[in-house]
């Protein structure tokens, strides 16, 4: 059966363990996002960053509150103050600059498993690899990442025209055998991916302007063969992984 590795982008809680049989959209596992905050200590304090350290009430590795006192500077007739802007844990304090780094806690995030399918391994406690009944495709050419139902607009060596991409597609895996310039643009627009035999022409234009690459636009150029093999496909999920050239396709809808 084809397997699907879902990594964590950094520490977090998994929720699942190998052997557990999961559905689509089944929460794997929780983290949180990092909110990094730069505080220039030598400027508010008004001291050489070399003597930043000397002011701190709070050292790196210790918890801090949003709007607490974290470093002071006394003189006979004033005292001026730091305060964190966010709450979170001093991570580090840059001795050259005199700049202080807090590590925020951000917001809440889940890894969501975008098919069905039965976990055969966590490894490191961050990436989870699954099992799923379904199929896995090599392609010519592939560019970017997108799990999404896949859905055929030409059955025969036809191009696709606008006409043909309709407001209900968005978001979804668009299979067509010839892509004009036009469509490639409206599908994209409309956050489709885009799957076909002939779109090397109209692709060059995204090359040469450089938006494929700022953009990560998802798309596939595929053979004749592999066409016909969609086309029987028409309403399954689809997972385009670009920088392997493969999709993976589940049996089920």
Known sequence: MP?????????????????????KDFVLAEYHESEVVNIDLSKILEVSPHKVYTTLLKKPGQ????????????SLFKKKVARASISGIINSLEE????????????????????????????????IVLDFSGE???VKISHGNKCAKIYVLTKEENAVGLHDIQKELEHQILV????????????????????GVNLEGSLDHFRKTGHLEQEALPFMVI????YCELTKLDGK???MLGKENKLLVQKTK
């Open 136 to 138: 896995s495709f090599d």
């Open 63 to 74: 918890e801090v509150s949003e709007g607490e006192i974290i470093a002071q500077k006394k």
């Open 223 to 226: 053979g004749k063969d592999l």
């Open 176 to 195: 067509g055998f010839s892509w004009p310039l036009m469509s490639i643009r409206k599908a994209f627009a409309m956050d489709c991916a885009v799957i």
């Open 96 to 127: 050259k600059s005199g700049v202080l780094e807090i590590l925020a806690k951000g917001k809440a995030k889940k890894l969501i498993s975008p098919l069905a399918a039965t976990v055969e391994e966590v490894k490191d406690g961050k990436t």
């Open 237 to 239: 999920i689809g997972m």
């Open 3 to 23: 397997k699907l590795s879902l990594s964590l982008p950094k520490k977090g809680k998994i929720l699942v363990a190998a052997g557990d049989k999961i559905e």
